[in-house]
């Protein structure tokens, strides 16, 4: 009834303003035609305040009729709504000038896009010496040069602008062209033909890059008469100090955007960890090592083991290798390949926790199910050769390295173990669930009376709950729900686990309480781990302040980072972190981790706090470290 009385009364009241403005109409000696036309349109007094003059002339063509119109129009408005009136009719100009600017500016952006024929592009030069493909510098011909080219120019195009470019006039330092085999690759070192190279212009359209990148691809047609052929890419180690010759040089390649070591390379025979940069700039900078040799890597011993393990694949390579049972009585090394199939060039104890860290990164992610705490989940592409795989992993973990996976939940490890349970599965259960379930949870255990029921019920159904919920039942229930998430799941993986584990895993419940306890990573244990010399200069100690509040101010995530760039593992597996200072120029001024002797190289150069947080913070946030010295 409501409803129908405010429509009625909106009506009179259109009927009203309709009737008045007719009468005054008839009263300016307006056509009965013309009314009659406005009255069909229904065009009262609200609507002429929103019109304009051009739009009421069509139906009233008197200047001065109109101009009366108006007026008489804005004298039946309340204030508020004639306001708004103008307002309106405002906005709407507004509004049509904006569009028509909007069209007119993109028909400018169109026409210029239509009118650029040309694009810059990139080119270098990868040269094939039958071992590896390394860029060649541009000391040595190469380099990096940007040409302007038509957007129309496809493979012949660049390839031809690449030979007059490196080759000019068909010679280059390496040799004739008649004597190499050409290719052209993309930015991402793909191989382009005739079917996948499209235009220029096509490809910053697909690619959404400001500047496209080409590379020259050659091969010696005759590869062993270019064996000993030697490139700008390579870091020269000088193995007595005097003159480099053939016999005295080894050449250890690098990427052009990877030159970060510093000038005073550490001469153990350790791993290096350091930051990947993905500059685009072609570098002119030939490190050169003038100290004594580098010792070599003492030879396995006979009950060594040797495993690869690709960067981009840890997970599934690390089963496979541990698939063996036999693997835990031996002595593990590992061989790492990068991301562009290459070898990496770091072994030791190092690697192994590096690797050991970047599996269980991956198992907790793909494996597991959990927030703060996890337990793995059944899968149907783990069968039980698999699982036990992982438990040997585990295993060989804590032999070894002492490095033992403290983010799987506490009820579940003690199952696998111990064959039983000591510690609260609530308590852990809490750490398991999301934050949102874990408030509604946590306000129900607090005062039963003041939890939103819908929101519990909820909770409890999500994990299958099939009780009547009270303030009696509750704590039973969770309780039941608890053990039933971290121990009866996945008890197929416990039963994997404890074969594996009960012969080699010989530990306390308090012991292990202690051990998971001790390897979680705080600010407060990771400051005590440093180690500086005695006879620091005020500069040196001034920077290891710095380091000092860097620490403080991590979270736990870039803790964890930090530990795993100085030591490979991202808990605490060691007693100390040796910090060295080094003189270093601004071009390779950055930290430089040794992660089998756990020593941090930084500089002493740093004159203030933002400077050194940032250059530490850019290498953690890279997240690809290369381990490059053996």
């Known amino acids: 009834m409501n409803c129908g009385a405010g429509n ?356 907790y992610e793909r494996c597991t199910l959990g927030t703060i705490v996890t337990v793995p989940f059944i899968r149907h592409d783990f069968p039980e050769e698999k699982w036990k795989a992982v438990g040997r992993i585990l295993v060989k973990g804590y032999q070894d390295c002492c490095y033992f996976p403290n983010k799987l939940a506490f009820p579940f490890l003690e199952q696998v173990l111990f064959n039983c349970v000591y510690s609260d599965p609530k308590a852990h259960f809490l750490q398991f669930v999301s934050s949102q379930e874990r408030d509604v949870l946590m306000e129900a255990m607090k005062d039963f009376s003041e939890v939103d029921l819908d929101d519990l019920v909820e909770v409890l159904d999500s994990y299958g709950c099939r009780r009547r919920i009270t303030a009696e039942t509750f704590p039973t229930i969770l309780l039941e729900i608890a053990h039933k998430e971290l121990v009866q799941k996945p008890m197929f993986v416990i039963d994997c686990w404890r074969e594996v584990t009960l012969q080699h895993i010989s530990i306390s419940p308090e012991a292990l309480n202690k051990l998971c306890s001790d390897l979680q990573p705080t600010s407060k244990k990771v400051c005590q781990l440093l180690r500086f010399a005695t006879d620091l200069t005020p500069k040196q100690k001034e920077v290891a302040s710095h380091l000092k509040k860097f620490i403080r101010e991590l979270d736990e995530v870039k803790l964890q980072k930090f530990l795993r760039f100085c030591t490979g593992s991202d808990l605490v597996v060691t007693d100390t972190i040796l910090v060295e200072f080094q003189e270093m120029t601004e071009f390779t001024r950055r930290p430089v981790g040794h992660t089998c002797g756990k020593v941090l190289h930084i500089a002493e150069s740093y004159e203030n706090f933002p400077d050194f947080r940032s250059e530490f913070n850019a290498v953690l946030e890279s997240n690809v470290w290369m381990m490059d010295i053996v």
């Not at 009118?115 to 094939?128: D, M, P, S």
């Not at 550490?266 to 993905?278: A, H, M, Q, R, W």
């Open 8 to 363: 009625v009364r909106s009506l009179c009241s259109c009927g009203d303003n309709m009737s008045s403005t007719s009468d005054f109409l008839r009263s300016r000696g307006v056509s009965g035609d013309i009314i009659s036309l406005m009255e069909e349109q229904r065009i009262d007094s609200d609507v002429i305040s929103l019109m304009d003059d051009e739009s009421l002339a069509n139906y009233i063509p008197c200047y001065g009729d109109r101009i009366a119109l108006f007026n008489f129009c804005k004298t039946k408005q309340p204030p508020l709504k004639r306001k708004n009136g103008l307002l309106e009719k405002k906005k709407m100009k507004l509004r049509n000038e904006s569009a028509k600017g909007d069209t007119a500016s993109k028909t400018k952006i169109q026409q210029i896009k239509r009118q650029k024929t040309t694009r810059n592009v990139a080119i270098g030069w990868i040269h094939n010496d039958g071992k590896i493909a390394k860029q060649v510098r541009e000391k040595q011909g190469g380099g990096t040069r940007k040409v302007k080219m038509s957007t129309e120019a496809g493979l012949k195009d660049i390839l031809e602008e690449g030979k007059k470019l490196f080759f000019p006039g068909g010679i280059s330092p390496k040799g004739s062209e008649l004597d190499f085999e050409f290719e052209v690759w993309d930015f991402k070192q793909n191989c382009l033909t005739d079917d996948t190279c499209q235009s220029i212009g096509n490809m910053y359209e697909a690619a959404k890059l400001t500047l496209l990148r080409f590379y020259i691809a050659t091969r010696r047609k005759d590869e062993q008469d270019d064996a000993s052929t030697t490139t700008g890419e390579v870091l020269a180690l000088s193995h007595n100090g005097s003159e480099n010759n053939s016999a005295e040089i080894e050449e250890v390649t690098v990427e052009s955007s990877e030159v970060y070591v510093s000038l005073d390379i550490s001469v153990d025979s350790e791993i290096t960890f350091g930051p990947t940069y993905d500059a685009e700039e072609d570098t002119e900078v030939t490190l050169i090592y003038d100290g004594p040799a580098m010792p070599l890597s003492p030879p396995d011993p006979p009950d060594a083991m040797t495993i690869t393990v690709h960067y981009s694949d840890t997970l599934n390579d690390m089963i496979t290798a541990f698939s063996d049972d036999a693997i835990l009585n031996k002595s593990l090394n590992v061989k790492r390949i990068l991301p562009d199939n290459r070898e990496e060039a770091g072994v030791g104890s190092g690697v192994l926790r590096d690797v050991l860290s970047c599996f269980w990164q991956e198992f």
